[in-house]
């Protein structure tokens, strides 16, 4: 396949144009193809996609359900969770001392007794659950479903996985989700779930960790904020996967600086990349990672593009399994 600049494309060009699979694309850029069917995300987000004028309302709009990018991200929020039940960024900072590893060597015992929390005693909320689903098959079988098994629980896809891991290790789970919520499911998975604006508070404040994958919407922006940081229990940790915009930057610079949040693991950031003079990468209490917690996976990404491109060239239109909602935002 050639790759040419969108820029030596002529008009013609931009006319056979009928599928368009892409990622973040400038402003504009999809108006040019006045016979464009389908716009299919080459990753799980859409909210670029759903800014206003980027995609004609008439036009559906695709996304990748890959149940490997949940797994990944479910381990991301397990290992961000033992680092503040563990107190391992302390750990780490007592025995490195200001001079490194190298020549510190401390051998530092003294923060055993403060990180001593057996599992089931942290609680740990997950944002953007969805509608939990029972999975009576294995963990490995649930990551080698294929797309159109995930089709039915696309929804809080990344939340449910990331409850499944810390089920299974033995953390107190509860779960949160804008519109909806399966409590029969929940309750037989052994988690409680809370759902809409009006069990919020409640849902915050019976947590020491919080943890976002809520997809970005009108609703979910900034919805990490002084208000829900003050509900959580002191001391606690918040873990963001889901979009930048979510937080409130100030608001959690405040909650760390206070010591209402103790620990926080951020991995998307508005903008991107965070930039340099941003307070949060010094914060002794802040670790960072470059929107890397799930990446997409090459080989199913490409299965379901192909799949999708096949079914509209062949006048079937686009597969159901990855449709976004336009109403919900994903």
Known sequence: MPVV????LAEEDWQRVTFAAVW???PGLLAKCPNLQVVQSLGAGVDSLLAPGQVPEQLPITRIVDPLMAQRMATWVVWGVINYQRKMESTQQRSAGAVGFDTCRRWDLSIEARSSR??????????????????????????????????????????????????????????????????SACTAAGMRCYAGEQQLEAFARAQDVVVCLLPLT????????????????????????????????PDLLAALDRGQVEFALLDVFDPEPLPPASR??????????????????META????????????????????NLVHRGRGY
């Open 280 to 297: 949060l990468w010094a914060h002794p209490r802040v670790r960072i990672t470059p929107h890397v917690a799930s990446m997409t996976t």
């Open 24 to 26: 973040n694309p400038p």
């Open 118 to 183: 057996d599992n089931a005693d942290v609680a740990v909320g997950v944002m953007g659950l969805g509608g939990w689903r029972h999975v009576s098959s294995s963990p490995s079988a649930v990551w080698r479903a294929t797309p159109l098994a995930w089709h039915a629980a696309a929804t809080g896809v990344m939340g449910q996985a990331a409850a499944r891991q810390l089920l299974g290790l033995g953390y107190s789970v509860s779960g949160w989700s804008r519109t909806s919520s399966n409590h």
């Open 5 to 8: 600049d969108a820029d030596d």
């Open 218 to 249: 009108e609703q979910t922006t900034g919805i990490i904020n002084a208000r829900l940081l003050s509900w959580l229990r002191p001391g606690c940790a918040v873990i963001n996967g889901g979009r930048g915009r979510q937080l409130a930057e």
């Open 302 to 321: 490409a299965d379901q593009i192909a799949s999708n491109y096949h079914s509209v060239a062949a006048g079937k239109g686009p597969l159901p399994a």
